[in-house]
T-cell receptor
Framework: GAVVSQHPSWVICKSGTSVKIECRSLDFQATTMFWYRQFPKQSLMLMATSNEGSKATYEQGVEKDKFLINHASLTLSTLTVTSAHPEDSSFYIC??????????????FGEGSRLTVL | DAKTTQPNSMESNEEEPVHLPCNHSTISGTDYIHWYRQLPSQGPEYVIHGLTSNVNNRMASLAIAEDRKSSTLILHRATLRDAAVYYCILRFGNEKLTFGTGTRLTIIP
């Protein structure tokens, strides 16, 4: 199956700093990528939908100025958590949809990036 | 959005079949039924999806009720590696996936 890779897999940072997480589709072109956040023992919560070459669409309650999403190419989307605080500590997961697959087909998920803000 | 209802948790013995139920009484005619699973500390993984007919793949089988108001994911022979949270999700076309709470499956050796 198609491969989606995230980097870094884990990161620890100080409060007030910014952290960038990359999501890459390794063997396919992804016109759309989705960013999720997951707190311990909870389900995945969709944060935003990222379309190549256009602005991301954020879910209600997600601060677009705090969670900057860039989808500059068909294989790379980035999520930047700006001025991170301890409450932003979470497991961030990206997902990609291929441009060539049937629209009702599977989505491919990255391994996730665990962010810990001290 | 049409919602799904799943048991919070289930247990099964290793090497036995597992039937994971999902209720979706408000499903619309164009909703596909998707199943994903999430192993500990990993991103979700696609399992199977279907519309009306039962579906089989190398991972599992999906049995869909005739009225489509419920479905069952069948793992034919559970292994310890199948221990995960299983999510049943309704999806229209290529829209985003909205995850519910899922079923935490524990496999007993």
């Amino acid at each position: 199956g198609a491969v989606v890779s995230q980097h870094p897999s884990w990161v620890i940072c100080k409060s007030g700093t910014s952290v960038k997480i990359e999501c890459r589709s390794l063997d396919f072109q992804a016109t759309t990528m989705f960013w999720y956040r997951q707190f311990p023992k909870q389900s995945l919560m969709l944060m935003a939908t990222s379309n190549e070459g256009s602005k991301a669409t954020y879910e209600q309650g997600v601060e677009k100025d705090k969670f900057l999403i860039n989808h500059a190419s068909l294989t790379l989307s980035t999520l930047t958590v700006t001025s991170a605080h301890p409450e932003d500590s979470s497991f961030y997961i990206c997902s990609a949809r291929t441009s060539g697959r049937a629209p009702t087909g599977e989505l491919f998920f990255g391994e996730g990036s665990r962010l810990t803000v001290l | 959005d049409a919602k799904t209802t799943q048991p919070n948790s289930m247990e099964s013995n290793e090497e036995e079949p597992v039937h994971l139920p999902c209720n979706h009484s408000t499903i619309s005619g164009t909703d596909y039924i998707h199943w994903y699973r999430q192993l500990p500390s990993q991103g979700p993984e696609y399992v199977i999806h279907g519309l009306t007919s039962n579906v089989n793949n190398r991972m599992a089988s999906l049995a869909i009720a005739e009225d489509r108001k419920s479905s069952t994911l069948i793992l034919h022979r559970a292994t310890l590696r199948d221990a995960a949270v299983y999510y049943c999700i309704l999806r229209f076309g290529n829209e985003k996936l909205t995850f519910g709470t899922g079923t935490r499956l524990t496999i007993i050796p």
